[in-house]
């Protein structure tokens, strides 16, 4: 069953709502109150679909500038089909899940300390986001686009009225390359037709890592492990010759197998080089982020955010790719 539409009315607020876990242990452990969004829930997209985005908002902590002025920003996650809540929980939100998966501490680093800070689980069968059915989602990044102005908008609608006079900016990492532009444009392009009060305030935007043109950043992976000494002239030649079958595949847009082969290339890679993560070249374990699973996929978290207990939440989403 779809999430009812008025989901997005479900919000959480700090100050009157608080949710106690059980630990593996059985020992309770309380989810802090102030780690609660400031409003959580499903954002309608088209309602003869009955389709929905699931968000986390969480206003800014310590702003710079008065409320009305405080910046608003949007994170979309990469994948493409991972998550918003691993950036939420594990990345940049204000609480991150401890390892026990059954516990939060305070992210010193949060961005929402400046920032009203946005979550979405998109594209649609990302995450919390169930799909009504598997075509509707979307599979290409102009489909995806035109889902995240749709879910902007219901948010607008929700939120108090200056919130769309709000400097507003879009930000993602790896995949959201991709994601990240494609929203910008049709922001762009859709403002000048639209109302004053239904215009988003479109001030910027930023991508970490992002992948946007394959077929240009593809080819230097080689070239980077190997000047930068972790891979020899003979690794440097094998690797090319994956790197090239990725870039052929992707001309002949033939999506899921040149996905496929760039995954080879990142495989062979780490292996080689025995590296945890290509983004982190002193990191000697992988990212933890398993815990954020057993967290996210209980009953009294997914209570809490105000999601479906029915989704079976996962870190990425082979359906959405």
């Not at 593996?24 to 985005?53: C, I, R």
């Not at 899940?97 to 990302?126: I, K």
Request: hydrophobic letters at 45%; glycine letters at 6%; aromatic letters at 10%.
């Amino acid at each position: 069953m779809a999430p009812p539409l008025l989901l997005l009315a479900t919000v959480l607020r700090a100050a009157t709502v608080s949710v106690t876990l059980a630990a593996a242990s059985g020992a309770a452990v309380e989810f802090p109150k102030e780690a609660l969004p400031t409003s959580s829930g499903y954002l309608p997209l088209d309602p003869s679909s009955n389709a929905s985005l699931f968000y986390a908002f969480y206003e800014a902590s310590h702003p710079l500038t008065a409320p009305a002025d405080t910046p608003l920003l949007l994170w979309l996650q990469g994948g493409p089909g991972c998550s918003g809540l691993v950036g939420n929980f594990f990345e940049l939100g204000p609480y991150l899940v401890a390892p026990d998966a059954a516990s939060l501490s305070r992210n010193p680093f949060a961005w929402n300390r400046r920032f009203g800070l946005l979550f979405l689980d998109s594209p649609l069968g990302t995450g919390l986001s169930a799909a009504p059915s598997p075509a509707t989602i979307p599979r290409d990044k102009a489909a995806v686009a035109a889902h995240v102005l749709a879910a902007l908008q219901s948010f607008f609608d929700a939120s108090p009225p200056t919130f769309r006079a709000r400097p507003f900016f879009l930000s993602g990492e790896s995949y959201a390359g991709k994601y990240v532009p494609a929203a910008g444009a049709l922001i762009l392009a859709e403002n000048p037709g639209l109302p004053a009060r239904r215009r988003v305030n479109l001030r910027g935007a930023a991508i970490g890592n992002e992948l946007t043109h394959p077929v240009a950043q593809l080819p230097t992976h080689a070239d980077s492990a190997y000047f930068t000494g972790l891979i020899n002239a003979r690794q440097r030649r094998d690797l090319e010759a994956l790197q090239a079958e990725a870039v052929v595949l992707t001309e002949l847009a033939r999506w899921r197998e040149a996905s496929d082969a760039r995954g080879r290339v990142r495989s062979w890679l780490q292996n080689a080089t025995g590296l945890a993560t290509l983004y982190d070249l002193g990191r000697q374990r992988p990212y933890a982020t398993a815990a954020v699973a057993r967290f996210v996929n209980r009953a009294e978290v997914k209570a809490a955010l105000g999601a479906r207990r029915d989704v079976a939440w996962e870190q990425c989403s082979r359906e959405a790719r």
